[in-house]
């Protein structure tokens, strides 16, 4: 059976039209004579969107009992037993209720596609799994239901339903989106100007990293090598020389201006070709700090392996879709450059059409400065070399100018064995001695005519003239193998080192002290220092603040240093030290970004409370006055005459309205008084059974529907009797908002071990216990969606005042269903 097909509808934020999109699509579906069935379509009570869902059919919903109440959700089994070619399923990323086959709508939308249903769906931006810290801290609300990237991802059409944020404010405004009580709350808060710019930018942008994938993927199933100029990409080439830092801020420029010039901006990538035969070649402590440099100029940094450098930088530009390359003139001298093109012009040549920027800088043409190679053989190795030609070679002679005629072929020959023999013991040099010393032997003694440095025949010049080429290609050789080797084994060693240290930084809660102390480790050393413009922002062992204490410095940029002591340190170690020292900097730059950010959270936070607040409040405060000064304009008008009925419900419609304003400033202003530790808190010995019939006065009538239960002997609870009775009215008021009817709350009260328990049950929906800390957020309700309730700040505030008096509030399951507060003070003495 063929797997259906996914399409999604993509929005930027609530209200945008993507259902309405999408039935549109269902209902062009349904013209074409496609079997089209709707299996669950939110319409929030649009009228339009409603209107959109004629003459199509609906599978009826499912029903599911959970924790006292009833929930709607889609019935799957019947929409699978249906079996038509296309399911509308709308909001992909809901949370179904308990009980439910799957626990999320996405999954039940997985199973619908594997059994070859065609399905049509919706789905915020917000609600994207990689995407949801960024909203949360972009619109100060998390959201709760996510689907993973990869379901989005899969889908074979993803359609982007677009809107300015100005035209949806004004559809917000118009009441094409929320209720009437809650447009005030919704513009002033998440559909704020900015947030809605911000949400389109990450939509658009997401799905252009979803179309660039689609576009990979075709390119490569159709074997496209050429480049597609969709957007620009500039690579810049890095050979581990100094040089890199200028063609590095060179590119970031041409990125920039690519970026100003033309849709879509343009990426920034910087390559380094490694050499294949695993040998170390650039500088790692240069290319660390050059990583460090295209990173923070918003790059990304590659490395690849090739022997052919300007193949292997072009099969990777094609690879990414690369548009332009920069690379530094060449810094060969010009005598080099006769034998060899260089890089930059064969990559020029081959680069089709990517365009190839040859940046100049201050050693181009220069000529390579040599870096000195190590030694390949051992200081006695090489000595021993020159002790076996001085004594070797004289030995040889004397043994064939005693012993039986020999042709000068066979002469020749031995003295190449001997040769050979000196390169296997010290190398090069011995070797090359050696090769000079045998030929001028040769001559002398074995080439006629004898005694004399002259050659007779033209054959024994030849023969002569290739054992020595011969001599010095087999001694060049050995010595080459022999530096491989030695730099192998350098390499492997330096890799495992690396690996070592980056491991622990990993494992480590602080990277900079655990590279640190990593290498203080490694190099056995008595102390690591590391400077900041002179400063020690970090050491381990005692720090070093002046270079000439210590027995190595590693200068990293213009202002960071690090000082080594214990002992002096070899060029290989150097090498090592060098790379740790930039990873050093990228550390302690990602420490201090980590305390920036930790510093500026609870300004984030402040002001996240405060744009909540103002949302709220404006509509909260709103609310009792226009309700307090209506009644009274009404009672004062001399238009109209009211009864005595009339009268009365005018002025009980302004008694409620200035109750319930006050209710909403005090809880404001004991809130500031809290947050600021000025709030006073003055405990007392009290009685529950005082205090809770008090707190029941202030919510009349409702709060007459309470049953209270609390025992005679119970102790008194030692605390502030006001701020209590502010709690209790809070719990209360919350319980009652949320009880079913002909089910009203319950208070009851009990004491054990010096603690007494207020317990407030009400036998509602309940919360899930994931959620349960939520309650207690400032400004917060379950979903943002009930904006007519109040500001969300009556747990909040019951629990800091419960707090300061030393008590505890805790939530609980009601048994049956529902919520349990519980409320925890100090008992006092029984009376």
Avoid at 54 to 65: Q, S
Avoid at 215 to 233: G, M, N, P, Q, V
Avoid at 569 to 592: K, P, W, Y
Avoid at 623 to 629: D, E, Y
């Amino acid at each position: 059976m063929a797997r259906g097909e996914l399409r999604i509808f993509l929005g930027a934020a609530p209200g945008v039209g993507k259902t309405y999109t999408m039935l549109e699509e269902a209902q062009r579906r349904a013209e074409r004579g496609t079997d089209v069935v709707v299996g669950f379509v939110e319409t929030h009570g649009r009228k339009h969107t409603q209107a959109m869902l004629a003459d199509l059919e609906i599978v009826p919903r499912r029903t599911l009992a959970y924790r006292g109440a009833e929930f709607t959700e889609m019935d799957l089994g019947a929409l699978l037993a249906r079996r038509p070619e296309l399911a509308v399923v709308d909001e992909l990323a809901h949370t179904n209720v308990p009980g439910a086959r799957h626990a999320k709508r996405w999954q039940d939308v997985q199973e619908l596609l594997a059994a070859g249903i065609d399905v049509l769906t919706t789905v915020n931006v917000q609600h994207l799994e990689s995407l949801n810290d960024v909203v949360a801290q972009i619109t100060g609300v998390e959201q709760r239901e996510t689907v993973p990237d990869a379901v989005v991802r899969a889908a074979e059409q993803v359609e982007l339903v677009d809107m300015t944020p100005e035209a949806l404010r004004r559809r917000m405004a118009h009441g094409n989106i929320y209720r009437p009580e809650k447009i005030d709350a919704a513009l002033g808060n998440y559909f704020r100007t900015g947030n809605l710019t911000a949400l389109r930018e990450l939509a658009l942008l997401w799905l252009a990293d979803k179309v660039e994938d689609q576009l990979d993927k075709y390119r490569a199933d159709h074997k496209i090598s050429t480049t597609w100029e969709t957007r620009e990409r500039v690579v810049v080439a890095l050979t581990g020389g100094p040089e890199g830092d200028t063609l590095i801020r060179r590119a970031a420029r041409i990125a920039a201006r690519t970026a100003s010039s033309g849709p879509g901006g343009a990426d920034l990538m910087a390559v380094h070709v490694t050499r294949n035969d695993g040998l170390a070649g650039a500088d790692p402590a240069v290319l660390a700090r050059q990583r460090v440099l295209v990173e923070s100029l918003g790059g990304t940094y590659h490395q690849v392996v090739g022997a052919d450098v300007p193949r292997a930088l072009l099969d990777f530009a094609g690879a990414v879709n690369a548009t332009q390359i920069v690379l530094g003139a060449s810094s060969r001298g010009k005598f080099a450059q006769l034998f060899s093109a260089g890089v930059g012009v064969t990559t020029t040549a081959r680069s089709g059409t990517i365009d190839v920027h040859l940046v100049t800088h201050e050693r181009a043409a220069q000529g390579r400065r040599a870096r000195r190679l190590p030694a390949a053989l051992s200081r006695g190795r090489r000595i021993a070399g020159f002790v076996a030609t001085l004594a070797g070679l004289p030995a040889l002679t004397g043994l064939l100018h005693a012993g039986p005629s020999l042709s000068l072929t066979n002469d020749i020959l031995l003295f190449l064995a001997a040769v050979v023999a000196v390169s296997l013991i010290g190398g090069l040099w011995p070797a090359l001695l050696a090769a000079v010393a045998g030929s001028l032997l040769l001559n002398y003694f074995f080439t006629p005519p004898l005694g004399r440095f002259t050659i007779a025949e033209g054959d024994n010049l030849l023969a002569l003239a290739i054992f020595v080429v011969v001599a010095i290609a087999v001694s060049w050789v050995v010595d080459t193998a022999a530096r491989k080797t030695r730099q192998a084994a350098q390499a492997g060693a330096d890799a495992q080192t690396l690996a070592t240290v980056a491991g622990s930084v990993l494992r480590g809660e602080r990277p900079l002290m655990a590279l640190l102390e990593r290498l203080h480790e490694t190099f056995t050393l008595d102390s690591v220092t590391l400077l900041d413009a002179g400063t020690v922002v970090a050491h381990v062992g005692e720090a070093c603040t002046v270079a000439r204490d210590a027995d190595a410095e590693v200068k990293i940029d213009d202002t960071m240093t690090m000082l080594l002591r214990g002992r002096p340190l070899e060029a290989s170690d150097r090498r090592i030290v060098e790379a740790f020292a930039a990873q050093a900097t990228l550390a302690l730059r990602q420490e201090r970004l980590t305390a920036e950010a930790a510093a500026a959270k609870p300004l984030a936070e402040a002001d996240r409370m405060r744009t909540a607040l103002l949302a709220a409040v404006s509509h909260d405060l709103r609310t009792p006055l226009a309700s307090a000064k209506a009644a009274v304009a009404s009672l004062r008008s001399d238009e109209v005459e009211f009864g005595e009925q009339d009268r009365r419900e005018l002025l009980a419609t302004a008694d409620e309205s200035l109750d319930r304003l006050t209710r909403l400033v005090t809880n404001l202003l004991d809130m500031s008084r809290l947050q600021a530790g000025a709030l006073g808190v003055h405990a007392v010995d009290v009685g529950a059974e005082d205090i809770v019939p008090r707190a029941l006065d202030h919510l009349d009538p409702a709060g007459r529907a309470v049953a209270v239960h609390i025992p005679d002997e119970l102790p008194p609870v030692h605390a502030d009797p006001g701020l209590l009775e502010q709690i209790l009215i809070n719990l209360i008021a919350n319980a009652l908002r949320y009880s079913p009817p002909g089910r009203p709350p319950v208070v009851t009260a009990s004491a054990l071990g010096g603690r007494l328990e207020l317990r407030v049950i009400d036998h509602g929906p309940g919360i899930p216990e994931n959620r349960w800390n939520d309650v207690f957020l400032p400004f917060q309700r379950l979903g943002d969606r009930d904006n007519h309730t109040g500001v969300g700040l009556g747990l909040a505030l019951s629990r800091g005042l419960t707090e300061a008096m030393g008590g505890t509030l805790t939530p609980d399951h009601t048994p049956g269903g529902g919520l349990t507060m519980i409320l925890t003070l100090p008992a006092g003495p029984v009376i």
